[in-house]
């Protein structure tokens, strides 16, 4: 029979794994500047079949001393983590199931977890100073007032899930979350519940951040944000200077990449975030008061889910405005239009396609939108960070400029051509780094749609763009799943890539 003793000696001295999986698992345990081959400096315990803390502790007082403690394995699913993790400081767990335990105000200072399972875990008032979590999957984890100085989340293999996350009251000061956008690097629903925590010196700007209210009482202070967050963020205490950058942390190393950046002063910061909320006030009502909504199409808009629907209607009304300002306006034909709206039974698609088509109409009407001469070009953009067209001057917004410019998952360049007509370039990256192309060497306006259009080999006109002041608005996607077959001969994307309506950057 196998003595305690034995089986502890056998766990801390297990061979080590041929599976190359959990060996390049087992090697990511190493610290930087770790040299090659330091494994012999670990002890690494094969924790695979146990799933009681007890075991666990007694195999790391085993360990021999000197050497850093290496745990492969274990399922300790719904355990009280709060022996064994007294003996974890500066430890790495790889491929532990962690779902579900307790581990509320444990002190573990330089705990690495790599490919761990900690999900729906109690961590209140954890202690896990300077520690790592490298490919974890802590969905559903509860950090609520936790000391994570310096901690370090990095996304791996399939991604990093934030989901119900909270890290309400906690310390993250110089935290840093690495983030990118394919499958091994996502972060995926990058908003954690950050009420009242301390981010000083965090690196927050792989994040998305996209409800307000998990940002309230935030503290940011020498803190790497997001462009496209800041909108979010206006609940937040900013008490210090901001660094704006997109995914300034790279989840892998790598000595030749420079993030572009721009600092700006917590007063600009406070300048830039009641502009965008400004800008953005309006986005997400009708061009009624829905509180009087009676018609069927009225309460159609009015829906929780329509605010696509919504912006177009508002679009509408504002073209309109300026059709009957310049005297294009037929009240009969926009009558007729606005009863056509009931054909669509309540369809958003339907009601769509039909708001793009008049709105093209309206705004053609009008004229082209744009002019440009010979070898004059444009190019739009992301708009990242939404603004009053008045704030989009300045030094203030030049210097946050080329951050606005990198932070853009697009660009589309038009070109002027002697013959009046227009040349269209663009490319766009998305998710998991599906890619779209746009191209068309001639398009030309036409005034009885609206929209800039390029010839298919057929003859066929195939609408493609329309100019509205400094912003493209485009026909189609150029995704599979809204693009008519005669328009990819122009423009075509990857399973998750799509072409979105854009804004010229430059100042002015």
Known sequence: MLTLAAALSLAVQAPAPDDAAELEAIESCALPGEAPGARAKWAIIDARTMTAPAELAAALRAAPAGQRRIVRGGNFTGADMREPAALLANACLVATDLDGTNWENTIVPGLRLVRVALTNAKASGAHWSWGSMLGTNFAGTDFTGADLYGIRFVSAWQG??????????????????????????????AAPDLTDANLTGADISGLGLWDAQMNLGATLDNTTVSPRSLVNLGGARITGPLRLASYFTPTYPDRDYAPVTATISAAEARTIIDGTLAASAEEDRPSFDCGKAAAPIEKTLCGEYESELRSLDRALAEAWDKARAAGKGDLAAQRRWLASRDTCDGDRTCLAELYQVRIAALRGALGPGITLAPGESVTYEDDTLPLPDAMRRGALYERILPVLAEASGQEITLTGNRDGSIAVEGSAVRANAHTCELGAPVTRFDPKTGWWSAKSDTGVAVPLFRIEGRRIVLRYSGNSGNTPEEASAFMSCGMRAFFDDGVDLTPG
Do not use: P
């Open 160 to 189: 990093a899930d934030f989901g119900a996350v909270r890290f309400r009251a906690a310390n993250l000061t110089e935290a840093s979350f690495a983030c990118g956008i394919t499958v091994d690097e996502w972060c995926i629903n």
